[in-house]
């Protein structure tokens, strides 16, 4: 295994577009099913699925031949999942913080008081991370899905 394995990295390496595909032929159902029991959502496995092939893509340069490609695949998988995971609480908490805001917002008449709020949800919007950040103004402020 270990002599098919360099074999196969040393072709990806060299940028062989049939092995390419046949490791995503060979691969993307297993990883698919993987990434399916840690999210249980269809399209969030499918896309999660996709970026595991675009990273081995990007770091094909750098695979060890001695590293088991089905591992690095598998472990991207995870570790996309995990990706996804902390975005989508922390988004999840960003949302229910806005939501909060809007019902005071709503309840209460003191702009000033609305004025405070609206920096306090601005200085936590400032604090997300760079990508979380950008999903959040265009989801919220501009009303994008």
């Not at 999660?48 to 490609?69: C, G, H, M, N, T």
Request: with cysteine.
């Amino acid at each position: 295994m270990s002599e098919i394995n360099k074999t196969i990295i040393s072709k990806l390496q060299q940028g062989d577009q049939k092995t390419w595909r046949e490791i995503v032929d060979r691969l993307s159902d297993q990883l698919f099913g993987y990434a399916l029991s840690l999210c249980s959502d269809h399209s969030i496995a499918s896309d999660i699925v996709q970026q595991a092939f675009i990273s081995l893509y990007e770091y094909r340069f750098k695979l060890k031949p001695d590293y088991p490609l089905k591992s690095f695949l598998y472990k991207t998988v995870y570790n996309k999942f995990i990706n996804y995971y902390h975005k989508e609480k922390s988004l999840s908490r960003l949302h229910e913080q806005y939501h909060h805001i809007l019902q005071e917002y709503l309840n209460t008449n003191s702009d000033d008081y609305i004025k405070k709020r609206i920096q306090i949800i601005n200085l936590i919007i400032e604090d997300l991370p760079k990508k979380t950040k950008k999903v959040f103004i265009l989801k919220k402020k501009r009303g994008l899905s």
